[in-house]
């Protein structure tokens, strides 16, 4: 048995239900790593996969708030520390009814590697609630938010703990956040990244996740020696926060996205998807996807009923290039083979682990280019760090200077994966690149600050 399967064999004995997901992203970065770890003894002596898998501490908590109605609601709110060898720990902040510990573990896990990608001095972490801010006022949502931060408080700061955003938490969540903590520790400090523009937020946060995904992309491309995604039919996945700005670069760049989706169905627009109309039902109306046809009655709606069960409509749509962007396991072996055969040559991961282990096997063996999120997303969590910046030294930098900033950045993380990559013997092998590029230099510090 090699030290892959061992490993994994170790840990499955605690499988859980829940914890999934989390086993998923574990198994996929082990496999990577074990010519590693084989080939250097230190990471061994050191123990350091089994201290990495175990984060340093999780809180979770009770959440009581009450709702426009006057009922009081309860739910519960976690955050997971989960390492901070390489700098304070930093991750966003997950509301969604399916958020439980597995999820957050997962998530927590993969922004240590996508973190220590950037080469930015950042560590790993994630929190969230089974909150759901879907239907929700205003009102409902300051509630909830300053409810969550009674308890949060105690564990974050601008040294210790930055959260940010993820599903359901944007600017205006995180304003709600701020304004809490403030109002409870009297201290205006970066302790939140994401934040409204007004009130210390750096400009492009909002922007970056989607913007260096396509970045990520571009650079991948010019280096598999692929033609630029300009002219090119591309399919889009979610329709928030990453969806949309990946939609907009895209557009700016000359490539024609024609797709995304929300929980409720898909949008099939082969002319091109009108981004304003987009952006005013997604971020301005909060509505569903199913209004967009109002407005424009050529494009198609698909209802996720209405599709066969065990594939996803917007990957059967032809194209160039594919961006998975809504959430974790929305891409399976079944779609893969569609994209594949419909003529798709790349696929980059907007949103955390969106594709199926057996989906990333088939684009693999394929030779698609895949770019793997912990490489593609990573602009979020970098613009995140300049914020802290922005806010250390009371400064503020302009849109220009952030979106170079990141542009540079992005294409770093692609030729270090690259490189990495080649210097393992899996040229074009993104996934065990990136595993293998991030693990290093997280296990290195580790390493280098003992026990
Ligand atoms: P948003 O809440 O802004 O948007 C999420 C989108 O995904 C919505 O369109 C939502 O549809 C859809 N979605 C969410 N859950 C599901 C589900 N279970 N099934 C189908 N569709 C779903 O979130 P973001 O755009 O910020 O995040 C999207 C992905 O990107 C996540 O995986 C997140 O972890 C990742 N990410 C985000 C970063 C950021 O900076 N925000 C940074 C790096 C990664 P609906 O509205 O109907 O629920
Ligand atoms: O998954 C992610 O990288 C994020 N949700 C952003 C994290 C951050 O701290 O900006």
């Not at 009102?139 to 959260?163: N, Q, W």
Request: proline share 4%.
């Amino acid at each position: 048995m090699g030290i892959a399967e061992d490993r994994i064999k170790q840990y499955e004995k605690g499988n859980c239900e829940q914890d999934k997901v989390f086993y998923q992203a574990m198994e996929e970065v082990i496999y990577s790593i074990a010519p590693l770890l084989e080939s250097d003894e230190r990471y061994k002596q050191n123990s350091i996969l089994d201290r990495l898998v175990v984060p340093d501490r999780i809180f979770k908590f009770k959440v009581v708030w009450m709702d426009d109605n006057q009922n009081i609601q309860v739910n519960t709110g976690y955050r997971v520390q989960f390492n901070n060898s390489l700098g304070p720990y930093k991750g966003g902040l997950r509301f969604h009814p399916s958020v439980n510990e597995g999820i957050l573990k997962f998530l927590g896990f993969e922004q240590i590697l996508k973190n220590a990608l950037t080469g930015l001095p950042i560590g790993g972490g994630k929190g969230g609630s089974d909150f759901d801010p879907k239907g929700k006022s205003d009102f409902e949502v300051m509630k909830f938010c300053s409810a969550f931060m009674t308890e949060l408080h105690k564990y974050i700061g601008p040294r210790i703990d930055i959260p940010a955003g993820d599903i359901g938490v944007g600017a205006r969540e995180i304003g709600y956040l701020f304004g809490e903590y403030k109002k409870i520790t009297s201290s205006y400090e970066g302790v939140l990244t994401g934040k409204p523009f007004m009130f210390g937020g750096s400009l492009m946060r909002p922007e970056a996740t989607g913007y260096g995904t396509v970045y990520f992309t571009e650079k991948m491309l010019e280096i598999e020696g692929k033609e630029s995604l300009e002219g090119k039919v591309c399919t889009v996945s979610g329709a928030g926060n990453v969806a949309l700005h990946a939609i907009e670069k895209l557009q700016q760049i000359g490539a024609i996205p024609v797709s995304c989706t929300d929980s409720r169905g898909t949008i099939y627009d082969s002319r091109g998807v009108d981004l304003c109309l987009l952006k005013e039902l997604k971020l301005e109306k909060r509505a569903s996807l199913k209004e967009y046809v109002k407005a424009h009655p050529e494009a198609k709606y698909i209802p996720v009923e209405d599709y066969p069960e065990g594939a996803h409509a917007v990957w059967d749509i032809p194209c160039y290039a594919a961006f998975p962007c809504a959430t974790q396991n929305e891409l399976n072996d079944i779609d893969a083979q569609n994209l594949i055969v419909n003529g798709c040559i790349s696929v980059s991961e907007g949103a955390n682990m969106p594709s199926t282990p057996k989906a990333i096997n088939d684009f693999l063996s394929h030779k698609i280019c895949f770019a793997p999120a912990k490489a593609a997303n990573s602009g979020g969590v970098a613009v995140s760090e300049f914020e802290m910046s922005q806010n250390a030294s009371m400064s503020k930098w302009g849109f220009e200077e952030v979106d170079d900033k990141l542009k540079v950045i992005m294409q770093q993380v692609c030729t270090r994966v690259a490189l990495t990559a080649k210097d393992y013997g899996v040229e074009g092998n993104y996934v065990d690149g990136a595993n293998i590029a991030g693990f290093k230099r997280v296990a290195d510090a580790m390493i280098a600050e003992g026990i």
